[in-house]
T-cell receptor, first 115, second 108 residues
Framework: AQSVTQPDIHITVSEGASLELRCNYSYGATPYLFWYVQSPGQGLQLLLKYFSGDTLVQGIKGFEAEFKRSQSSFNLRKPSVHWSDAAEYFC?????????????FGSGTQLTVLP | DAGITQSPRHKVTETGTPVTLRCHQT?????MYWYRQDPGHGLRLIHY???????DKGEVSDGYSVSRSKTEDFLLTLESATSSQTSVYFC???????FGPGTRLTVL
């Protein structure tokens, strides 16, 4: 079955440092892939999505992600983290089931940003 | 921002009571979803709708029912709430590109 795994439960970085959050997927064909961010007490916001084509995807808030088929990965990156980036991040892959496409989410990575 | 609201935003209830959560959208999207979020599990799909009166089960549908009598509203009902249904519930639309603010439900 299609799935995503986020190996890191919690990551801490200093403000201004670079960031990479890992996401590995299990999928037979080329997957669609999503990254979401959730600030405390709020809903999820879509950061970026990969459907096909260019393997480097640009998103909002200065984030990007790179699809690497050989590594079954879709890691999220940001060159310089801001304190406001502290949040939980979720990777997701849609699966076709029943009458509609559904999303399967990873368990999330909590990001702490040190001043 | 997409127009998605959820009500109530917070609710405390007792085991065995019925509970209905409402998701309302102003975007006229065909697809609507209900998820629950629990620590260590990310989000899990409960039910979804692909049109008025058209719904289907997700991964964790046991103990939940849904209804969609008009495009803008998608209701999630817990017929007899249990403590295991204490969670944060999120509604989403448009192939999960937009999420509502969530409802925090506590079942005592």
């Amino acid at each position: 079955a299609q799935s995503v795994t986020q190996p890191d439960i919690h990551i801490t970085v200093s403000e201004g440092a670079s960031l990479e959050l890992r996401c590995n997927y299990s999928y037979g064909a080329t997957p669609y892939l999503f990254w979401y961010v959730q600030s405390p007490g709020q809903g999820l916001q879509l950061l970026l999505k990969y459907f096909s084509g260019d393997t480097l995807v640009q998103g909002i808030k200065g984030f990007e992600a790179e699809f690497k088929r050989s590594q079954s990965s879709f890691n999220l990156r940001k060159p310089s983290v801001h304190w406001s980036d502290a949040a939980e991040y979720f990777c997701a892959v849609p699966i076709s089931s029943g009458s509609a496409r559904q999303l399967t989410f990873g368990s999330g990575t909590q990001l702490t940003v040190l001043p | 921002d997409a127009g998605i609201t959820q009500s109530p935003r917070h609710k405390v209830t007792e085991t065995g009571t019925p509970v209905t959560l409402r998701c309302h959208q102003t975007e006229n999207h065909r697809y609507m979803y209900w998820y629950r979020q629990d620590p260590g599990h990310g989000l899990r799909l409960i039910h979804y709708s692909y049109g008025v009166k058209d719904t289907d089960k997700g991964e964790v549908s046991d103990g939940y029912s849904v209804s969609r009598s008009k495009t803008e509203d998608f209701l999630l009902t817990l017929e007899s709430a249990t403590s295991s249904q204490t969670s944060v519930y999120f509604c989403a639309i448009r192939n999960e590109q937009f999420f509502g603010p969530g409802t925090r439900l506590t079942v005592l």
